[in-house]
């Protein structure tokens, strides 16, 4: 009977699960670290809850180990969850700190010892290593799977086309309609890349284009029945719009009246501002008050207008100085 007892303990004692963590504490640290995992047979990709506690008297500041130091090349920390201490009816606290592992290769992985550093309420610091040997068995994915072994992919299924249907008078159709697409893009390439040549055109001088409405104007008075105020209305706007470009007077949004007063206000040449106004009451009279409509003294008008650009044009125009002659003191020998 002895012996048969001594039998089924050592069988208990075999079969009993190994300790998931393990703790060596000196008796002089204040702290406790107990590591623990929830799993160790995993698939790849599945997590693993991997948690640290600790057991520390009140007042004690811990500093748990960093995610990078729980990491290698085939392990990765996902996230970290730090939990609250929860104190026991002796007084004393237990604080936890919870890490979510990934592997995502198959293997048989040990899990980094965990450190934990303390300060205790008197200054006195220090740090706890658990050497817990824990180690994560990884299993692929394929492994559970009936038939685990890579197989190629099958080829592709011959669609029979539906009676009636060929093949070549489709890829006619199909040439047909993409010769003219490609004549196409290869004509706007040509154009776009051909050379544009500038013609350039000539600007004709203020000048030039007052005497040419002046002459158009003039061409008026050759017809049977002259229209005076179409006539006189040219020859205006031509001389306005003139000396609106070859001087600084606004003389197509200005009155004659308007005018006169600006002259006077610039000091223009009395001679110059008493031809011009001339000729613009001229204007405005047979416009308005259907005044002297006869030729000669649209003619006259005509003349006054010529004046009128030759008065402007010499004042714009810089002249030479006068040339020097010396004369000796002596008189010409």
Not at 171 to 182: E, G, K, M, R, S
Not at 260 to 289: F, N, P, Q, Y
Request: with cysteine; net charge neutral.
């Amino acid at each position: 009977m002895r012996r048969l007892s001594l039998v089924l303990a050592l069988v208990l004692v075999l079969l009993a699960p190994a300790p998931l963590s393990t703790a060596a504490p000196r008796l002089d640290d204040p702290i406790t670290v107990t590591v623990t995992a929830d799993v160790t047979t995993v698939r790849t990709g599945d997590q693993v809850k991997l948690r640290v506690s600790v057991a520390h008297a009140a007042g004690v500041k811990l500093q748990f180990p960093e995610p990078a130091t729980l990491q290698s090349r085939t392990l990765e920390v996902l996230r970290v969850q730090a939990g609250q201490g929860a104190r026991s009816l002796t007084g004393e606290i237990t604080t936890t700190t919870e890490y979510v592992l990934a592997a995502f290769a198959p293997g048989d992985y040990p899990v980094p010892d965990v450190r934990v550093g303390y300060e205790t309420a008197d200054g006195m610091t220090g740090a706890v290593t658990a050497t817990h040997g824990i180690r994560l068995t990884v299993e692929s994915v394929l492994a559970s799977q009936p038939n685990a072994s890579l197989q190629d992919i099958r080829p592709p299924l011959g669609l029979p086309l539906p009676p009636g249907i060929q093949v070549r008078p489709i890829a006619q159709v199909a040439l047909a309609l993409a010769l003219p697409l490609l004549a196409l893009l290869l004509l706007r390439r040509l154009l776009r890349n051909r050379r544009v040549t500038l013609v350039p055109i000539a600007v004709l001088s203020p000048e030039a284009r007052v005497r040419g409405a002046l002459q158009e104007a003039a061409a008026l008075l050759n017809e049977g029945a002259v229209e005076f105020a179409v006539y006189y209305t040219l020859l205006s706007t031509a001389v306005r719009a003139y000396l609106e470009e070859r001087t600084d007077l606004p003389a197509l949004s200005s009155t004659t009246r308007e005018l006169r007063r600006r002259m006077e206000l610039h000091g223009t040449d009395k001679w110059h501002a008493r031809v011009i106004l001339s000729l613009l009451d001229e204007c405005d009279a047979v416009k308005w008050a259907h005044a002297g409509r006869d030729l000669a003294r649209a003619q006259r008008a005509m003349t006054m207008a010529y004046e009128v650009v030759d008065l402007v044009e010499a004042a714009a125009t810089p002249q030479p100085p006068p040339s020097l002659t010396l004369t000796p003191v002596g008189g010409p020998s």
